[in-house]
């Protein structure tokens, strides 16, 4: 199977795939303007395959005007440094998660997982830090594409979010699940607060959306509300 730069996911969205054919996802979504605006920016060696992917879709860094993270892990804010610096665009995240950012440092593990506090002193959660511009907040509806709303999904971390693009009905769940070998929890290890994300979570099954795309895993595009709800039903906290 030959891996595609962008994957289009509806009219004006694409996933971008920046490890594998999808084992580390970002999207960008264009605008009637042909701006574009990019959500993640994969570990800190994703850019180029980030400006690949943007010029499959016709794109140059020069388009991006805005940079969305979902969060301050380093497989979502590692590249944004720099493909900050090639687009000159500014990043925005949820004011929680602000601070981790800007200090280039992952906020801490849940230190009631086994394992949590050793998984944190080995793998450091370090990246390069990232000027952060403006603080979301949840509820906030971004001037993307037609309107992108800003979903507060904490537990993976303080300031996680998810993301609905309005027009089109796709979901960005960001971490708060996963889509590897099927719909999961993200790893416990990896969150600040494991039974907060199951907790919060629940909130993707009363939007209102078509397609789910994760960031880690492919998109789902055939009842993906229906089956998202499903999981959730399935593992209640």
């Known amino acids: ?4 730069p962008a994957v289009p996911l509806a009219p004006g969205v694409w996933r971008i795939p920046t490890a594998g054919r999808a084992l580390v996802n970002s999207y960008a979504l264009v ?8 959500v993640d920016c994969g570990v800190k060696r ?3 395959r980030i400006v690949r992917g943007l010029a499959a ?20 804010a590692g590249g944004a440094a720099e493909v900050a610096r090639r687009t000159g665009a500014p ?9 981790y950012a800007r ?5 801490p593990r849940d230190p009631t997982v086994s394992g949590g506090r050793l998984f944190a002193r080995l793998s450091g959660g370090r990246f390069p ?25 904490p537990g993976h971390s303080p300031g996680h979010v998810s993301l609905l693009h309005e027009p089109t009905r796709v979901l960005i769940t960001g971490d708060a699940l996963f889509n590897v070998a099927g719909i999961r929890w993200s790893v416990k290890v990896l969150c600040t607060d494991f039974r907060m994300t199951q907790e ?19 998109e789902i595009a055939d009842n993906a509300r229906e089956q998202i709800r499903a999981f959730l039903r399935r593992h209640q906290p």
């Open 1 to 4: 199977m030959v891996r595609s």
């Open 46 to 48: 994703a850019p180029a």
């Open 31 to 38: 605008d009637d303007d042909g701006s574009v605006t990019l």
């Open 200 to 218: 919060t979570a629940h909130v993707l099954g009363e939007l209102e959306y078509d397609l789910a795309a994760f960031t880690h895993g492919p």
């Open 91 to 99: 990043v925005v995240a949820h004011a929680a998660d602000v601070e």
């Open 129 to 153: 830090a990232v000027d952060v511009a403006e603080p979301l907040a949840d509820g906030d509806l971004l001037p993307v594409a037609g309107g992108l709303r800003v979903v507060h999904t």
């Open 57 to 76: 879709i016709g794109k140059s860094p020069a388009d991006v005007v805005r940079i969305i993270l979902t969060h301050a892990h380093p497989d979502h």
């Open 103 to 107: 200090a280039g440092q992952a906020p």
